[in-house]
């Protein structure tokens, strides 16, 4: 579903865009085999970064995806770029909802044997979500009516700034990497006009791309300048398009880079300043 409006916004720093090539094996259908693998990285990724808490089920998570594949891959080491348990607490929302989203996402690839076990794990990183947005930083945690689907390669953006190295002895991801960054103000709200960030060599009109809930909302790009829609609500993603009608993977020019429009625990907007 795809809404227009007249102009849009954007932010995340990530690594530069990497290939990796890697064959499954012979008893896993390919695209089962790279979401379980996917899905084995963001579990050990909420392990590590989240040690207590709702993060208690990461590891359950993990030896669940490891028996389902037959090689172990180890966790990441991870940095932390905030100093502040009120900071953390913030981040942790985030990190949550891309773990949801990148569930959400890739269920619809899996062969049949996979599905229920994986829609088991999405339904408990929801809640895990709506807990820390909640309970722990005291907003409304259902922001959006459906849950965002993130592709692996928007999941893997977000969650690459993050990460400081990986075990050689993981198998590499195949044909997923990190898009190039998208930033925005801080201090942007629905509504307004705002600057965006990214570089691009591309010549050609590019196209700022709404996730919220199941739609794709379509601004175009003015001047470096986008108008963020009204009604937007909770966690949204915004990536960078060349097509006018959506991004896609391979439309995509940077991002998806994160805002975050949230509503006190009563509905009210909590205005970003």
């Not at 998570?61 to 348990?85: A, E, M």
């Not at 965002?148 to 999941?155: G, Y």
């Not at 591309?202 to 470096?224: K, M, S, T």
Request: aromatic residues 10%; hydrophobic residues 40%; charged residues 10%.
């Amino acid at each position: 579903m795809l809404r227009s409006h007249s102009t849009a916004w954007a932010s995340v720093t990530t690594p530069n865009k990497t290939s990796v090539v890697l064959g499954s094996p012979p008893a896993l259908v390919i695209s089962s085999w790279r979401f379980l693998k996917m899905s084995l990285r963001t579990s050990h990724f909420l392990s590590v970064f989240l040690v207590r808490g709702p993060s208690a089920h990461a590891p359950t998570n993990c030896r669940f995806l490891i028996r389902k594949l037959y090689h172990l891959t180890n966790q990441y080491i991870l940095r932390s770029p905030v100093d502040s348990p009120k900071a953390f607490a913030a981040l942790s929302q985030v990190i949550e909802n891309v773990g949801t989203g990148a569930y959400t996402g890739a269920i619809s690839t899996l062969s049949q044997q996979y599905i229920t076990g994986s829609a088991s794990i999405l339904g408990t990183e929801a809640r895990q979500a709506s807990l820390v947005a909640s309970y722990v930083n005291g907003v409304e945690g259902w922001g959006n009516p459906f849950n965002i689907p993130l592709t692996k390669n928007q999941a893997f953006t977000l969650a690459a700034p993050f990460i400081v190295s990986c075990p050689r002895s993981n198998p590499p991801l195949p044909g997923v990497h990190a898009n190039p960054p998208l930033t925005f103000p801080s201090n942007a709200n629905p509504g307004e006009t705002v600057s965006v960030y990214f570089n691009s060599n591309i010549d050609r009109r590019l196209f700022a791309v709404f996730l919220f809930g199941l739609e794709q909302i379509v601004v175009p790009i003015n001047n470096g300048r986008v108008t963020i829609p009204q009604g937007l609500a909770g966690q949204v993603y915004c990536l960078i398009s060349t097509s006018p009608n959506g991004v896609t993977d391979g439309t995509t020019v940077a991002g998806p880079a994160v805002l975050q429009f949230q509503h006190t625990l009563t509905g009210q907007y909590i205005e970003n300043r």
